[in-house]
């Protein structure tokens, strides 16, 4: 197992006054975890669990995904495990309908969330009750920068 030096994304957004990093670490960081799950996409591999504390940073800033324990191997996943705050809208829905299968692209969603995160130092409807939360997730508008300044 390779040794990640320099520690997590959220370890670095701890670094930070506001918990915000920059748009050229954001950008950086997206690009490495795209190409990572374009390899997971290439395997058939679902990982579930993408958040800040799973993506690490080597001693020279390459991106590295861990954490692989609830990942599945196919293309389409039926599971609920993960971090409520990353899950995508299908997977929620798959709590609710066993039925329901969705693809790797909420391992993108779950990007999404944490792009926003590393933006504005905190998960979008973080400040919700986890019923609310869930709602919002399945019915409400996809989230976005709230921040001016973005």
């Not at 990572?36 to 390459?62: F, V, Y």
């Not at 944490?114 to 998960?123: L, P």
């Not at 979008?124 to 001016?148: A, D, Q």
């Amino acid at each position: 197992m390779e040794f990640c030096a320099g520690g997590s994304i959220y370890d670095l957004m701890e670094t930070k006054k506001d918990y915000s990093l920059g748009e050229r670490w954001i950008s950086y960081i997206c690009k490495g975890v795209l190409q990572g799950l374009c390899h997971l996409q290439d395997l058939k591999m679902i990982h579930h669990d993408l958040k800040p504390e799973n993506l690490m940073l080597t001693r020279s800033a390459d991106i590295k995904i861990i954490d692989f324990g609830l990942a599945t191997v196919g293309e389409t996943s039926i599971s609920v495990a993960g971090t409520a705050t990353y899950m995508a809208p299908e997977v929620f829905a798959c709590c609710q309908d066993n039925y329901v299968e969705y693809d790797n692209k909420a391992d993108v969603w779950s990007l999404g969330i944490i792009a926003i995160e590393m933006a504005e130092g905190n998960a979008p409807h973080s400040e919700l009750t986890e019923i609310k939360f869930i709602k919002r997730v399945i019915h409400g508008p996809p989230p976005k920068l709230t921040w001016t300044r973005w």
